[in-house]
């Protein structure tokens, strides 16, 4: 007897899980469901966090949330959807970190383990049970696996350097006492 079926189901229902957990969150930046704010909302909140220009901000990380949780789902375009939601993740863990880990103390628990289990699903494949199977795997191809990931990462650095050298100078500028100018 073989696990594959098994292994397939467990599969469909980590990225139905996982995608839609990703999707709800997203649609709550785009549309302001859920209880969501919207796109002013969490323009307001990426301002607040240091993620500049704030508005395009939001928008990709609401994207990465919606169409990476949404196409994960479905396992379609496994690898770049997994890629996505994780580098999109990766944005949202560094402004969790200084919280420490857990959850309840405003850390990086939840955020690093949806991104750790999207990067995971670009890895292992979305199974038999996917969009991906049924297209013949079109758009996922075990070159776009490093690919994805690769790249995501590099988007993910650049985005996250930018909002440490935005904070950085930030404060530099506050700790300026006011009419000395340097």
């Known amino acids: 007897m073989t696990c594959l079926p098994r292994r397939d189901l467990g599969l469909l229902a980590l ?17 302001g469901w859920f209880g969501g704010h919207g796109i002013s909302g969490a323009a307001q909140g990426m301002e607040a966090m240091g993620f500049r220009p704030a508005r395009p901000s939001a928008i990709a990380s609401a994207m990465c949330e919606t169409g990476g949780g949404t196409l994960l789902a479905l396992g379609l375009a496994t690898p770049a959807a997994g890629a996505i939601a994780a580098g999109g ?3 949202a863990v560094s402004v969790h970190v200084p919280n420490g ?28 049970y996917s969009l991906d199977h049924v297209m013949g795997h079109c758009l996922n191809r075990s070159w776009m696996v490093p690919t994805a ?27 300026q006492p006011p009419g000395d100018e340097a």
Not at 15 to 30: C, M, N, P
């Open 89 to 91: 993740m990766a944005a």
């Open 15 to 31: 990225r139905v899980g996982t995608g839609t957990v990703l999707a709800a969150h997203g649609t709550q930046k785009l549309f």
């Open 101 to 128: 880990f857990f959850n309840e103390t405003g850390g990086l628990e939840h955020p690093g383990l949806l991104g750790w289990t999207a990067a995971c699903i670009a890895l292992i494949g979305p199974g038999r």
């Open 149 to 175: 990931l690769a790249a995501s990462a590099l988007g993910a650095s650049v985005v996250i350097s930018k909002r440490l050298r935005t904070q950085a100078r930030s404060a530099e500028e506050s700790a």
